[in-house]
Nanobody, 123 residues
Framework: VQLVESGGGLVQAGGSLRLSCVNS????????MAWFRQTPGKEREFLAG????????DYGRSVKGRFTISRVNAKNTAYLQMNSLKPEDTAVYYC?????????????????WGQGTLVTVSS
């Protein structure tokens, strides 16, 4: 599993961005995916998780109702649609994969991570 995020950038408050996470590696595992974010001096914050089928999702409290996680397994890609962005959403965003197929909200549960993509929301 090799994860590469893209889609970050600068956006005004109230705007939208869509992040992508491509798995360029190979695995036979039906892995789940998640998105986290991190700001300096803070722990990684769980944003959203999705199971292999895409039928089950979970969201962190701070983004529920604004962010949507999805995946297209044929493209080995997971997405995070982010709407109604706020300055406090500014962070480095990471995608992660859990080979056990869970989509928990703790960073230690994930086996693989991308390098991160920076999202900056201006006021």
């Amino acid at each position: 599993v090799q994860l590469v995020e893209s889609g970050g950038g600068l956006v005004q408050a109230g705007g939208s961005l869509r992040l992508s996470c491509v798995n360029s590696g190979r695995t036979r595992s039906s892995y789940s995916m998640a998105w986290f974010r991190q700001t300096p001096g803070k722990e990684r914050e769980f944003l959203a998780g999705i199971d292999w089928t895409g039928g089950f999702t979970d969201y962190g409290r701070s983004v529920k109702g604004r962010f949507t996680i999805s995946r297209v397994n044929a493209k080995n890609t997971a997405y995070l649609q982010m709407n109604s962005l706020k300055p406090e959403d500014t962070a480095v965003y990471y995608c992660a994969a859990d080979l056990q197929g869970n989509y928990g909200d703790q960073a230690y549960q994930y086996d693989y991570w991308g390098q991160g993509t920076l999202v900056t929301v201006s006021s």
